[in-house]
Structures are given as structure tokens and as C-alpha cells.
């Protein structure tokens, strides 16, 4: 079975992030799982979550961060 049809049978459909297990090759399950799950940053969000910030104190380290690139793309 080629690359294409593997990727083809592991979809789920319905489902946004998971993946069927062709031929008991778990491992290409895990890999195409993995990937979607760093594509939609579930991941990323769960992090964030894990601790309320102040709204106040989201927005200020935005405006810093954009102060800190700012510099950098005025100085090339």
C-alpha cells in the first residue's frame, strides 16, 4: 500500500483531529495525529489555559513584544 492510500484510509470522518490505524502501523497513526494537533495548536491553547491572565496584563505584553520587534525592523 503507497504513502497516499495509508493517508487516504487513516482519516476519520467527522472527526477533527484523529487517526485510524492502517495495516497495525501505529506509528504513522501517530505521526499524522501529531501533526494535526501542532496544525490546529490545541496544544498551544491548553497551555494558556492552565493559568488565568489579566486581561491588562495580555495587552501589555503584546505592546511590548511589538515595541522589541519594532526596534529591530527600524534598525535594518
Same mark, same amino acid.
Given at each position: ?10 482519516? @476519520? ?7 485510524? *490505524? ?6 504513522? &497513526? ?8 501542532k496544525q490546529s ?7 494558556? @489555559? ?7 496584563? *495580555?495587552?501589555?505584553?503584546e505592546i511590548l513584544? &511589538?515595541?522589541?520587534l519594532n526596534k ?5
Amino acid at each position: 500500500m503507497n504513502r497516499k492510500q495509508k493517508e487516504h484510509q487513516s482519516v @476519520m470522518p467527522g472527526i477533527g483531529i484523529g487517526a485510524k *490505524v492502517v495495516d497495525k502501523d501505529i506509528s504513522y &497513526a501517530m505521526r499524522i495525529w501529531k501533526q494535526q494537533l501542532k496544525q490546529s495548536n490545541t496544544l498551544t491553547r491548553l497551555k494558556e @489555559m492552565q493559568e488565568f491572565k489579566k486581561p491588562s496584563v *495580555v495587552r501589555r505584553a503584546e505592546i511590548l513584544k &511589538a515595541k522589541y520587534l519594532n526596534k529591530f525592523n527600524q534598525e535594518f
